[in-house]
């Protein structure tokens, strides 16, 4: 018989809360039950304990001495600090999905690579950007080879919050590593940009994947492309119904300095759901979005293998 899975989530910002939001409105297997910071003026913890959530300021060291421990953490702080927390997640034997750039445990893309991952105690969700566009990328990737993915991921400087602004060093490292790893580009560049307008913009996502000459002149090859590109848009919707295409995939001829390669460039806007943050904070509505989607989808994998009596997930409490 399914159960419902426990889930603490240890960051009470932006993030945390607005993924609190979507695990509550959207989940019907994982329960968030703790809200775990270090601020007890925190707005974040007192909202969790108003919903019924049990709230701590006393860190994790608290969440880890609880008699009830969760099944699942959500961390929403930073690289830093989960790079600290990880190894005591699985010491307790506690599955971990790391909404941060801290890159511990395997790069997950829901639509595209969590059913291929066999090391689930700890997973990460690349980044907001990552999340964005290495389903463009291996859509692609998947009918031709891309030797280089470049992507520029532009936000709102409003949904830029302290913990955001503190990894943006490891936002361009794990995003380019997981257009490689996860999208399967020989070689992968991420750029950010924090948009000062006001009112606030969209996030907006450009995708610049080679591609071989002959698949950047019309034909067959290039329909196949389009279509992969269509197909993965549609997936994502499925969770993060603000994306979509601005435009057309666009192709160009191959040139001479790029190396004879032509270019596909995918133009992707993230609008947010508007669970607790504005519609313009559509990069943190994809990243809380992909991993809600994916502690779904690990409840399956679960109960899958317990099923079968194998021992991939030992830590799972039954």
């Given at each position: 018989m399914s159960r419902t899975y426990t889930a603490a989530i240890v960051g009470p910002g932006n993030i945390g809360t607005d993924l609190m939001f979507k695990l509550l409105k959207r989940s019907d297997r994982i329960k968030p039950t703790y809200m775990i910071g270090v601020d007890p003026a925190s707005d974040g913890l007192a909202r969790a304990s108003r919903l019924g959530l049990t709230s701590s300021a006393e860190g994790v060291d608290w969440l880890l001495a609880q008699d009830d421990l969760p099944d699942f953490v959500f961390e929403c702080t930073s690289a830093k600090a989960h790079a600290a927390n990880a190894p005591r997640y699985k010491e307790a034997?506690?599955?971990?999905?790391?909404?941060?750039?801290?890159?511990?445990?395997?790069?997950?893309?829901?639509?595209?690579?969590?059913?291929?991952?066999?090391?689930?105690?700890?997973?990460?969700?690349?980044?907001?950007?990552?999340?964005?566009?290495?389903?463009?990328?291996?859509?692609?990737?998947?009918?031709?080879?891309?030797?280089?993915?470049?992507?520029?991921?532009?936000?709102?400087?409003?949904?830029?919050?302290?913990?955001?602004?503190?990894?943006?060093?490891?936002?361009?490292?794990?995003?380019?590593?997981?257009?490689?790893?996860?999208?399967?580009?020989?070689?992968?560049?991420?750029?950010?940009?924090?948009?000062?307008?006001?009112?606030?913009?969209?996030?907006?996502?450009?995708?610049?994947?080679?591609?071989?000459?002959?698949?950047?002149?019309?034909?067959?090859?290039?329909?196949?492309?389009?279509?992969?590109?269509?197909?993965?848009?549609?997936?994502?919707?499925?969770?993060?119904?603000?994306?979509?295409?601005?435009?057309?995939?666009?192709?160009?001829?191959?040139?001479?300095?790029?190396?004879g390669w032509g270019r596909v460039t995918c133009l992707v806007q993230v609008t947010g759901a508007a669970d607790y943050l504005p519609e313009y904070a559509g990069n943190l509505d994809i990243i809380t979005s992909a991993a809600a989607r994916t502690g779904d989808m690990l409840v399956r994998r679960i109960e899958a293998q317990q099923t079968e009596g194998t021992h991939e997930f030992e830590g799972a409490r039954a």
């Open positions: 034997g506690i599955h971990a999905v790391d909404l941060t750039p801290a890159a511990i445990g395997p790069y997950v893309c829901p639509p595209v690579n969590l059913e291929s991952v066999t090391d689930v105690m700890n997973v990460n969700m690349i980044t907001c950007g990552g999340q964005a566009t290495t389903p463009m990328v291996s859509a692609v990737s998947s009918i031709v080879p891309v030797d280089y993915a470049e992507i520029v991921a532009s936000i709102s400087s409003k949904s830029a919050g302290p913990g955001t602004r503190a990894n943006i060093d490891e936002f361009t490292e794990t995003t380019s590593a997981a257009l490689e790893v996860v999208g399967g580009a020989k070689k992968g560049k991420a750029i950010i940009i924090l948009n000062p307008a006001d009112p606030p913009v969209m996030m907006r996502n450009t995708v610049y994947c080679s591609l071989p000459a002959e698949a950047a002149e019309p034909g067959d090859l290039q329909n196949k492309i389009v279509d992969s590109i269509e197909r993965m848009v549609t997936v994502v919707q499925d969770y993060v119904p603000g994306y979509k295409l601005t435009a057309a995939p666009q192709f160009d001829h191959a040139r001479p300095e790029w190396n």
